[in-house]
């Protein structure tokens, strides 16, 4: 009987969801009202307890640090002088501008981890330019969408941390494992341009040759070297420190929030209005994910209390499923869940509940890890709740409408699936990199 209410217990949440309640309150109130009726006053004896052991969790703080540090970037003015240099870099070829676009993306991505800041900056300063320059809107706006999705994948990301915390996975370990995906989907992604521009040119026009020569006048190489060591220097001191084993993901969050922060000043962009604003947007995106985390945390207790994960376990262990039949089930509804909830309800209500049967039926769990990350990557890009769609929007100009948004992100959905299927067939693009660095610490 109490199975069939943990059963209960879950349906009604995602119901709830899917009319639209916050998901924090969510799943912490219904926990709380199947709590007290199944468990008596004793449930709250219990939580204080599991909400105590959340709190004080070393590895999470990572996440405020790491949306500091990726905040306090944004205002520093790099992405801006990047992307601009790059644009020119890339100016002579079809498609040029959009490539520009992706490896920026790619490099905020590996500075930063924050999707909405990486769309909203990528939007605001290359949208009206690839319109300019006679790019689609299709093309364009796809194009700055799966751009700014991949701070999802490429370490250091918040997606990582939260799923190493939630599947008890080392997040070192998930950083490492991210880095070849990642780079794959980057390079799926200039592929398509490629394609784009020699099948239809006219999309994907290069850049007017007197502005690559105005460039290469006005000191090309100096810019070039402003532009790529700034960031180049916060990835070493991030990511370099996690895979030389000098800090923890933490620790190396803390040297990535002071390194952002110093990059502001070297800009002169630091002032305590800045300073004001970052710390806001901090505090308010950690209050967040930790109100997230409670939620998840009285859910977790009162649905393993009731028994269903052991339920759950028992039901697929009894229909005979193979490993990989249900790792295409599970995947395929991440991915439609992905269509009406954002990443972080589907990583502390499904992920919980399905890692332990496949830790049972002796998956790697690395491979899930980054499987899971790949998959919730494209809940940012799929009609009709993908944040990268609103936070896109929001800056767009007039002409830019909602259709050909979503017209220009479908064939960049299809990429991210593509790649999927690649590491589900090629685990060692996960594990070789780990394995590797482990034998030479």
Known sequence: MPEYISLVLFAVVFALLMLGYPVAFTLGGVSLIFGYFTFGLNFFHLLPLRIWGTMTNYVLLAVPLFVFMGLMLEKSGLAEELLETMAMLFGKLRGGLAISVIVV????????????????????????????????????????????????????SIVLVLLGSVMNISIGDMFLGAVIPGLLLVVLYILWIIIVAFVRPESAPSMPADELAAFRASGMYRRIFRAFLLPFFLILAVLGSIFAGIASPTEAAAVGALGATLLTVWQ?????????????????????????????????????????????????????????????????????????????????????????????????????????????????????FGFSLFYLKGVAPP?????????????????????LAMVVFFPDTVTWLPKIMSKHP
């Open 105 to 156: 993306g790619a490099i905020l991505a590996a500075s930063t981890g924050i999707v909405g800041a990486t769309v909203v900056t990528m939007g605001l300063l290359s949208l009206p330019t690839m319109l300019k320059r006679g790019y689609s809107p299709e093309l364009s706006t796809g194009v700055i969408c799966a751009s700014g999705t991949l701070g999802q994948i490429i370490p250091p």
């Open 268 to 384: 002169r962009k630091l002032n305590m209005q800045t300073l004001r604003d970052v710390m806001r947007g901090t505090t308010t995106l950690t209050c967040m994910v930790f109100v997230l985390l409670i939620g998840a945390a009285a859910f977790g207790l009162v649905f393993r209390g009731l028994g269903g994960d052991r339920y759950i376990t028992k039901l697929i262990m009894d229909a005979g499923l193979e490993p990989h039949h249900f790792l295409l089930i599970v995947m395929l509804v991440i991915f439609i869940a992905g269509f009406f909830i954002d990443f972080i309800e589907i990583t502390f209500i499904i992920v919980p509940v399905v890692a332990p049967i496949f830790h049972q039926m002796g998956v790697d769990m690395l491979w899930l890890g980054i499987l899971i990350a790949l998959n919730l990557q494209t809940s940012f890009l799929t009609p009709p």
């Open 399 to 419: 002409e830019v409408t909602t259709a050909h948004i979503y017209r220009g992100i479908i064939p960049f959905i299809a990429i991210q699936l593509v790649c």
